[in-house]
């Protein structure tokens, strides 16, 4: 009975993977320090949400709605909130989970000790699953992160932002956003 028990753990733990970074769940949004979230990102508050769709379609949606002609795309959006001018860019950045899948690494490590092999699954030693998100920020000519917790102009954008991430999301055609604006 021990045997088996024995047995049965040993062979759920080698069969399983173990996850070295867990990329993070968003269920709507976050505000966080952009650096705090991902490496190279820059320092101001940042508004992230999980982005389901393919690499550059916020990118593509972002051009279409305020028809910028792939000119300052991602780096200084204009926009208007209740009479007052502001800037965005955004980063679509991604952040993998990471695991070791153990059996390959036994595999090689068996192979590598009795015949003096080079290691052949050495690709899939690790796996890595993409997350994407997109990060924005919010700047003026007057302040430079206006989504810091003090900004009085905060609870506004952040409507903004909420309201253009859902209009993103459930959007395929983006044409369709030039005729809502």
Known sequence: MNRRLLLGVSLVFLTSCIPLRIAPIIKDYKITKGKRFKRGLPKKSMFIFE?????NEFYNYINTKFQLEDYYVDVEVPFMVNGQKFYFSFYEVEIPTKTINLIPLMIDGILSQTTEMDPMLEEVHTSRIGNWYVAIEIFSDNQKDCLQEDSIFRPQLL?????LKNEYLNTVNYNEVVFKN
């Not at 982005?51 to 690499?55: G, N, V």
């Not at 409507?159 to 309201?163: I, N, R, S, V």
């Open 51 to 55: 982005d389901p769709k393919d690499e």
């Open 159 to 163: 409507a903004y932002l909420t309201q």
